[in-house]
């Protein structure tokens, strides 16, 4: 079984659709977390739609209840975070990049439970973060774990921490292709196409199980898109300009004000600072309530035109500084979901202003906050496909493609301009990792079973008797042979170990062709590593080679791999 895992390509596809249906059921789950805390610390399902209303859990308090819940909340996903899983703490995308490109897909296993429920206590005790990056990790962390459990080698448990993520953003935003483009794009930083297939399937998977507990309809209820005049795209790329500053303005903003908390948290106990941070945030929303947790209802209502242009410009600011503090103060949770809100705010303050001016040449106000939303993203994470595509994806509406794609390369463009680093780079590089340098592969990294196998040893035909096998194995010392049938095909391989055995269970009328095993197969083209896995799991002294028609190439031992690996460092010495 764990052959067919390691080797087989649908072994691979296999274990991808599954990563992605626990993913998808650990984005239900995670969901539900966030309702429950959510109503347990403000008595709403989500207290952003219904701003300085009191909990009916404690109504004496009225409003003011939003002093004490980030306070109470930090009092315990703080001193979960600082024991069990430090890397929970912050928006998870970046600590997901880092082990698919530096540590071989492993992430710690608690991770995606501790990730979950900081997460989750976070955003439901007032948390001004999104829930999207937490179940990239959580899902990330299933994938990496599934791998580790099958003991797979690296390159396929980053396949799978991908394939987590991809799950995770499909069953959280019900967007299936946008989920598979911000794995390809922001996690693995690589379009493979055999990558591409496994990633799809994860994607489709976890979209399968969320669409079972919330149904097929978008959680975004967004206006029809329309395009009034070709002079309107003069007006989303100045959007797409107003974007981009908007968007690198939030990345130094908030890595500006984790600096300075943690220059004021110097020397004192990390467990405890989300708890006193609690209080500046309790302020925050005490001020400007809409900023609690997630916050999607008051992006609904600017997209669907509830709020004026000069609010909007103030939740914008707001947004920015309560997900700065949120994270500055040690929370946990996203910046995916901010930054959305963050170009609602902005797109559609910007399009109330100019629908005034040119009221014939314009769209409704939404439609620019459409826009908006995937420029500023395009601008803090330069994922451009994946801004294009989950805006499409909510949408539904393929008129908004050509002014979102023009609006989005215009962010992405002036993005790359002005920084070097987008929102989740820049965490990684002050901690010294320069992510996007490209990884020196080892010496195994570069060689293939090709590279190491031989010429197949005369083969056993089907029809020898036992004493035949005996009597090749005691002449030529081999450990394992191969076995053809009448017509030349490859039938498997026996080895000394199945021969004893056979002899030891009193066997003696078997054949070669009913001792041969065909399930441990190697490819001429897989990386080397693989070989050295499937050689060491099977304890195997040779194992065959075949090429895609299934015919036998080639034969490998364990001699084999190490003079390949002598002949490869001599000549890179």
């Given at each position: ?34 309702y429950g805390f959510t109503l ?332 908006g939303m995937g420029a500023v ?197």
């Open positions: 079984m764990l052959a067919w895992l390691h080797g087989s390509a649908t072994g691979l596809l296999v274990l991808c659709g599954l990563v992605g249906l626990v993913a998808g059921l650990g984005a239900v789950g995670f969901r539900y977390l966030i347990l610390f403000s008595g709403h399902r989500d207290y952003s739609a219904t701003p300085h209303a009191a909990n009916p859990l404690v109504p004496g308090l009225g409003m003011w209840f939003v002093l004490l819940a980030p306070v109470v909340g930090g009092l315990i996903y703080g001193p979960l975070i600082a024991l069990f899983a430090r890397e929970a703490r912050g928006h998870g995308v970046p600590e997901v990049m880092l082990a698919v490109q530096r540590k071989g897909g492993r992430i710690r296993p608690q991770v995606a439970i501790v990730k979950s429920l900081a997460s989750a206590l976070c955003i439901g005790a007032g948390g001004s973060v999104g829930r999207e990056g937490p179940i990239v990790q959580i899902g990330s962390a299933i994938g990496s774990a599934l791998g580790q459990v099958a003991r797979l080698p690296e390159s396929r448990m980053r396949l799978l921490v991908a394939c987590g993520a991809a799950g995770g953003i499909s069953a959280t935003f019900n967007t299936p292709i946008a989920g598979v483009f911000f794995a390809m794009e922001l996690i693995l930083r690589d379009f493979d196409a055999r990558s591409l297939g496994n990633v799809v399937v994860a994607s489709v998977g976890a979209n399968v199980v969320s669409r079972a507990f919330f149904g097929n309809a978008a959680f975004l209820k967004l206006p029809v898109f329309q395009l009034v005049s070709p002079w309107e795209f003069v007006l989303y790329a100045i959007l797409g300009g107003v974007a981009a500053l908007a968007g690198l303005a939030f990345i130094r903003i908030l890595y500006g004000t984790e600096d300075l908390c943690d220059r004021l948290w110097r020397g004192r106990p990390e467990w405890a600072r989300p708890a006193v941070g609690g209080v500046i945030l309790g302020l925050l929303l005490l001020a400007l309530p809409q900023m609690y947790g997630v916050g999607y209802p008051v992006l609904q209502g600017a997209i669907n035109g509830r709020y004026v242009a000069w609010f909007m410009v103030v939740l914008l600011v707001g947004k920015m500084a309560a997900t700065s503090l949120t994270i500055g103060i040690g929370g946990s949770g996203g910046v995916f979901a901010p930054s959305l809100f963050m170009g609602a705010m902005l797109g559609t303050a910007f399009g109330q202003l100019v629908h005034t001016v040119l009221p014939r040449l314009t769209a409704s106000p939404g439609a620019y906050g459409l826009v993203f395009a601008a803090a994470s330069r994922a451009p496909m994946t801004a294009i595509l989950i805006i499409f994806e909510l949408t539904g509406e393929y008129r908004v493609i050509l002014p979102l794609m023009f609006a989005v390369a215009l962010a992405t463009g002036i993005s790359h301009l002005l920084s070097r680093d987008t929102i989740y780079t820049l965490k990684l590089r002050r901690r010294g990792i320069e992510i996007d340098q490209e990884r020196r592969p080892s010496i195994v990294d570069l060689l293939t079973v090709a590279d190491a196998m031989h010429a197949v040893p005369p083969a056993l035909h089907a029809d020898d008797d036992l004493q035949t096998v005996i009597r090749r194995f005691t002449q030529e010392h081999r450990g394992a042979l191969p076995v053809l049938d009448a017509q030349g095909q490859f039938l498997g391989t026996v080895s000394q170990a199945g021969v004893e055995r056979a002899i030891g269970e009193g066997d003696a009328g078997l054949t070669a062709g009913q001792l041969a095993d065909e399930r441990v197969t190697l490819r001429a083209g897989q990386r080397l590593e693989e070989a050295i896995v499937a050689l060491t799991e099977h304890e195997a002294s040779g194992l065959p080679v075949r090429n895609e028609a299934g015919a036998l190439v080639g034969w490998v031992r364990h001699r084999d791999v190490l003079q390949a690996y002598a002949v490869r460092l001599r000549q890179t010495t």
